[in-house]
């Protein structure tokens, strides 16, 4: 049975009104995403421990200027409103801006998602006049302290530095996306008002255990206790908060948060990453959830209309062990690329359900030890000979389990990454101003 | 703002669409996206959406309405369904 057959028609002529959630008619999917994230590349001035996308150094295999150009003719034609922007650090592509007012002139809006480097007054100056430009800013911690913990040393004053530029140049509304962890749970408040300081809009989502959040999720990942404190949070400033529909597994606290509290993964949100491969969502690098490559005859839509995996997606989805409980009307079992990167089947609990059942489900999986690897590495190398002042290196707060290096934080780390030998590297030697 | 009443849009003024907005049709209904406001709205069956489509070249909303074949019976809640869309500036009222 095709997609199209399974979808319920609109009865005709003149309805009421159709009965029935229109959530539920999300889930047969849709003819174009309402909303899809593109990552332009992996190349990063940082090294984020909890980086989704694994991302450091360029992949060679990037997808041409000539190429984004066609994927964004593709998506006019589809009537993609807009494409959320990311990376890897996409401000560092020498196109990205060419590509950005490409996208614009062709009714393709952009919100693209920066650490802020490369939003100096000028830049700054040029969004503000865009009606068709969203700017978000990632910002892991309200205070130098906590953010540095995760994004590295001085990440913290470039993003404050890029939301300065933005509020002088009369940006407004702009958004501050914060990834919620044990370490910043403490600061919502402190994030709500820089973002009023700033003129911007907060942003909270989900630690995910992807790409490299998959080495840090156990030591990051909220605390039960700290759920229920982000919970009661969001139901006090729900509508003034965006969290990208992240955080729909909390709904089983009480009422359901405001957003569509439903995974999107396949039926409304996909992923095309920087080689132009299509994922269903961006939290699910990963063979299992690679649905086709842009650069395949038929292009985008071919993948995101008829793709085997997108369309097993869009098909109903056993609830499994979660099918009895009384939430999961709203919670639908959380998140399927938490569970499948924490090891746990896709039709049980959520690995933070709220009710305690991925807990019980983790240590099971712990006695089993399989745990899928995400694919696609694209981390800077980070194997840190001894201090060149001579002192021991300290052992890192976070260790990466994959690769059982300590990775150094905070205090220890070098400002920038070491000069790699890689070419491929473009920010090789690059120092943020 | 002045059209608006409790029970939606004036059936007998004329609206638009306002210039910003990009209307895709789903099997469901529609999709809509401000790009000025950046907010999303869903029209929820297929002929709301002719209504939508037919506001530019229709003298009024009532004309609107008919064209897409809607029973007066049905009328108040299109009627209502637009003032919503006015309150977030997807429609705008015309001149003429």
Redesign the interface.
């Known amino acids: 049975m095709t997609l199209?057959d399974a979808?319920?028609?609109?009865p005709?002529?003149?309805?009421?009104?159709?009965p029935g959630r229109?959530v539920d008619?999300f889930e047969?999917g849709?003819?174009?995403p309402?909303c899809l994230t593109w990552e332009l590349t992996y190349a990063c001035n940082l090294s984020c421990v909890h980086c989704l996308s694994s991302s450091g150094r360029r992949d060679p295999r990037e997808l041409s200027t000539e190429e984004c150009k066609a994927v964004i003719d593709e998506l006019e034609r589809m009537?993609v409103?807009?494409v959320n922007i990311g990376g890897g650090e996409p401000t560092v592509r020498s196109d990205f801006w060419e590509l950005v007012d490409y996208a614009t002139a062709h009714?393709v809006?952009v919100k693209f998602s920066t650490n802020g480097v490369k939003i100096t007054p000028e830049v700054a100056q040029k969004l503000a006049g865009s009606?068709?430009v969203?700017v978000q800013i990632s910002l892991d911690g309200a205070t130098a302290e906590v953010n540095d913990y995760v994004r590295g040393p001085g990440s913290y004053a470039t993003a404050m530095r890029a939301m300065q530029n933005m509020k002088d140049a009369g940006f407004t509304?702009f958004k501050i996306s914060v990834v919620c962890t044990r370490q910043n749970i403490p600061q919502l408040d402190e994030f709500k008002a820089i973002a009023d300081e700033y003129g911007a809009q907060l942003r909270l989502t989900r630690l995910r255990p992807s790409g490299r959040g998959a080495d840090v999720w156990d030591e990051l990942h909220p605390l039960p206790e700290q759920q229920r404190e982000l919970y009661d949070w969001l139901v006090a400033h729900g509508e003034g908060v965006l969290t990208g529909d992240s955080f729909f597994h909390l709904s089983a606290y009480g009422s359901a948060l405001p957003g569509l509290n439903l995974c999107g993964a396949g039926r409304v949100v996909c992923l095309i990453d920087p080689i132009g491969d299509v994922y269903a969502c961006p939290f699910a690098i990963h063979d299992e959830f690679l649905a086709g490559n842009v650069r395949s005859e038929g292009g985008f839509q071919e993948v995101w209309r008829n793709s085997e995996l997108f369309t097993r997606l869009r098909t109903p989805q056993s609830g499994g062990a979660c099918t009895s409980c009384s939430f999961f009307d709203t919670c639908k079992g959380g998140c399927m690329a938490a569970k499948f990167f924490t090891g746990l089947p896709l039709d049980g609990p959520d690995p933070e359900c709220v009710r305690g059942f991925g807990e019980e489900a983790l240590e099971k999986r712990k006695m089993d030890g399989s745990i899928p690897k995400p694919d696609g590495d694209h981390s800077h190398s980070t194997v840190r000979g001894p201090r060149r002042d001579g002192r021991p290196i300290a052992t890192g707060l976070i260790t990466t389990k994959k690769r059982g290096i300590p990775i150094t934080l905070s205090l220890t780390r070098p400002d920038r990454p070491p000069v790699s030998a890689c070419e491929e590297n473009p920010l090789a030697g690059f120092t943020p101003n | 703002m002045s059209r608006l009443n409790p029970d939606g849009v004036d059936l007998d003024t004329a609206w638009d669409l306002h210039p910003?907005v990009?209307v895709?049709?789903?099997?469901?209904?529609a999709?809509l996206?401000h790009?000025?406001t950046?907010k999303?709205s869903?029209l929820?069956?297929?002929?709301?959406l002719a209504v939508v489509q037919s506001l530019a070249s229709a003298p009024s909303v009532r004309v609107a309405c008919e064209t897409?074949?809607?029973?007066a019976a049905?009328l108040p809640?299109y009627q209502q369904?637009l003032g919503t869309l006015a309150q977030s500036s997807m429609v705008v009222e015309r001149s003429s």
């Open positions: 199209l979808r319920p028609e609109a005709k002529p003149a309805p009421p009104p159709q229109l008619l047969y849709l003819d174009s309402i009537q409103f807009y009714k809006g009606d068709y969203d509304g | 910003q990009s895709r049709p789903e099997p469901f209904g999709l996206y790009f000025g950046r999303l869903f929820k069956d297929r002929t709301l897409a074949g809607i029973a049905d809640r369904a």
